[in-house]
């Protein structure tokens, strides 16, 4: 039974027993029967009642262990705690509250909590206490008596009695120091992080703006790049790539038009080695650029101008009607290109050989095929005069296959040993006997038969493979030479003569070669007798007098070959270490029937002896013919009517005939 069942119970009695007295006053004779009866209704409820006191006792000793258990925790809790009434006056505190305001906890009772608030916060703190519905939790600066203030957090909640009416309110202070420190250290931190972040924005952004600098450079280098694989470098106009990619595209269209026309345009620039060689190198270059200027004033927008290198350029003439279209340009060309350069201040002339290739003349598949071939019509414009332009045929392009396969089979020949050295002899005409031989290279051709020099020299001189030819025959003479007088001692055999083309003598180490063959074959230099044609002399100059100046002084002898029919002269000869002049057959042939020939024969000989230069007449035939050049002082005779060119053996055995002229 709880108290307010026991207090019911207590009512109840008393109503009882003033019914038992108003029974007792009305009713006498009960008077003892209500007597009985009330001491049982009182023995009852004493009985009750002493239940009643044992469970309060033991209600009070759990509410007496709850209220200590509640005081230990408020006393010993971390935190502090403060209950306050209403109007903020402490009326209890805990250890931790009088640690934290450094005053006793007996003299923290009873005192205004706004005392401990720091002097700058009191006013707010007021200002709070009137809000406190509002405002549960906050900060504000405590200050002890006699300390420096701190910051603290405050949270706190009202305390009601049993009625449900605010008495009170409970304080929970917390000093903040070390987190405002924290956070003070986080603020500090997050501003340097800013900085720093700042600041690797600013480097971040410097690097965006290096590496966008970066791409613009690389793009500009690769455009520039892209630029220079298909433009050439000196003159910008478009180059062989290029203009092999702007031909293939016309090719191409050409396939789906059938009325779509196109030509090539080769140009080569004659005699610009001379202008290069003369004027250097930089001049050379800005004679190029003007060169590719007045070669893009002859073609329309639509046409494509190019420099293939060196002096060679090519045209791209699309959409032209008829092959006269094409020849128009070649003519505006050569006008244009007639007209004087000038060259800081200095005033040069050129001309240009032609070829032209019309679209039309072959099914084209590749473009390669079409330069080619206004390449072959441009050489043969050269070998007509130069200074004028040739179209391209199907004959052209047969002698250039033809040309081609005489190139494959002659390096075929090298490798074979298809080569051979005849030997023709040259007669002293002083004594009538054989003096030495010529060394004469003829080619066994496996199809075409024995080839003369003239088949075939020329090719090799352009493909560059005179040079191993060359060297090859100067070994072959000179080693055949040596063996002929190891065994035939008793013979009067003093010159071997081998040829030395033009483009021999752009060897570096010619003379070193020469000299290598000279001890490898045990031949004496003065044995040895060179022919060189009047080209060399006019077309080399000075390094060509250094180089034979170089052979004279070893010993070897120097002749002219084929004189006179070149734009050499006896002043020019002069100049030159040459110890023998060849009248060319041209004018032996006709010495019986044309005085005019036995005239200028006569002026030769005698102009020679005048330079102290013997004299050899080639292309002697008849008898009457060797009586004419003996009659002139020649020294030396060669020709059928001595000898037809021989083979090593049959020239051995004539050796040995010794036959006398």
Not at 31 to 48: A, D, G
Request: aromatic letters at 8%; hydrophobic letters at 40%; proline letters at 2%.
């Amino acid at each position: 039974m709880n108290v307010d069942g026991f207090s019911q119970h207590i009512k109840k009695l008393r109503s009882q027993v003033q019914k038992l007295v108003q029974r007792s006053v009305t009713q006498p004779n009960l008077e003892q029967e209500i007597i009985t009866e009330t001491f049982e209704e009182l023995h009852t409820t004493v009985e009750e009642l002493l239940i009643v006191s044992q469970e309060l006792e033991l209600r009070q000793a759990a509410l007496d262990k709850e209220r200590q258990r509640y005081q230990d925790l408020f006393e010993f809790a971390p935190d502090a705690y403060l209950v306050t009434n209403t109007t903020g006056t402490i009326q209890e505190a805990n250890h931790a509250a009088a640690s934290l305001l450094h005053v006793r906890q007996k003299y923290l009772v009873g005192k205004p909590l706004i005392l401990f608030i720091a002097q700058q916060d009191r006013q707010v703190f007021s200002s709070q206490m009137n809000n406190l519905q509002q405002l549960l939790n906050w900060e504000t600066n405590l200050q002890p008596r006699g300390e420096k203030p701190f910051p603290a957090s405050v949270k706190l909640s009202a305390v009601y009695d049993e009625k449900g009416e605010q008495i009170g309110w409970r304080w929970l202070l917390c000093n903040i120091t070390e987190r405002k420190e924290v956070q003070k250290m986080l603020h500090r931190a997050y501003d340097d992080l800013e900085i720093r972040v700042a600041e690797r924005t600013a480097e971040l952004i410097k690097a965006n703006q290096k590496l966008l600098t970066e791409i613009t450079e690389r793009k500009r280098a690769e455009s520039q790049l892209l630029h220079l694989a298909f433009h050439d470098a000196l003159t910008g106009l478009p180059n062989r790539a290029a203009f092999i990619n702007r031909l293939r595209h016309a090719i191409n269209y050409s396939k789906r038009h059938s009325d779509y026309l196109f030509a090539v345009l080769f140009i080569d620039l004659d005699r610009f080695k001379v202008i290069n060689d003369s004027l250097g190198h930089h001049k050379g270059d800005q004679f190029l650029l003007a060169i590719a200027s007045r070669l893009e004033l002859c073609v329309r927008s639509i046409d494509t101008a190019a420099r293939l290198g060196g002096d060679e350029f090519t045209i791209l003439l699309e959409g032209i009607q008829d092959v006269s279209d094409a020849i128009k340009v070649a003519d505006r060309i050569e006008q244009e290109l007639k007209l004087p350069f000038e060259l800081d201040g200095q005033e040069i002339f050129t001309t240009a050989s032609i070829g032209i290739a019309l679209s039309s003349t072959i099914n084209y598949e590749r473009p390669e095929d079409v330069l080619r071939d206004a390449d072959t019509a441009m050489y043969r414009a050269k070998m007509l005069g130069r200074a004028r332009y040739e179209l391209f045929n199907s004959n052209m392009y047969a002698n250039a296959l033809a040309k081609l396969q005489l190139e494959t089979d002659l390096r075929r020949a090298i490798e074979r040993l298809e080569l051979r050295v005849y030997y023709q002899p040259i007669v002293s005409l002083t004594s009538g006997s054989i003096l030495g031989f010529e060394a004469l290279l003829r080619w066994e051709h496996s199809e075409r038969g024995l080839l003369s020099p003239a088949d075939f020299i020329p090719l090799a001189e352009e493909t560059g493979l005179i040079f191993s030819i060359g060297k090859w025959v100067l070994h072959e003479a000179c080693a055949q030479m040596q063996a002929w007088r190891a065994s035939h001692s008793s013979n009067l055999l003093k010159k071997i003569s081998v040829n030395l083309s033009l483009k021999q003598f752009s060897q570096p180490d010619l003379i070193e070669q020469i000299g290598q063959i000279l001890e490898s074959t045990g031949l004496n230099a003065d044995s040895l007798v060179l022919d060189i044609t009047e080209s060399v002399i006019v077309e080399n100059g000075d390094r060509v007098i250094a180089t034979l100046s170089q052979l004279r002084e070893i010993g070897i002898q120097l002749s002219i070959d084929d004189f006179g029919t070149g734009y050499s002269s006896l002043g020019r000869l002069y100049n030159f270490p040459i110890s023998l002049l060849k009248i060319d057959r041209s004018f032996i042939s006709s010495i019986s029937s044309n005085s005019k020939n036995l005239e200028i024969i006569e002026i030769l000989v005698t102009l020679a002896h005048k330079l102290g230069v013997d004299v050899l007449a080639e292309g002697i035939e008849t008898k009457e013919q060797l009586a004419l050049v003996r009659k002139l002082n020649c020294e030396y005779g060669q020709g059928h009517f001595f000898s037809v060119p021989l083979n090593s053996s049959a020239a051995e055995a004539l050796i040995k005939a010794n036959p006398q002229w």
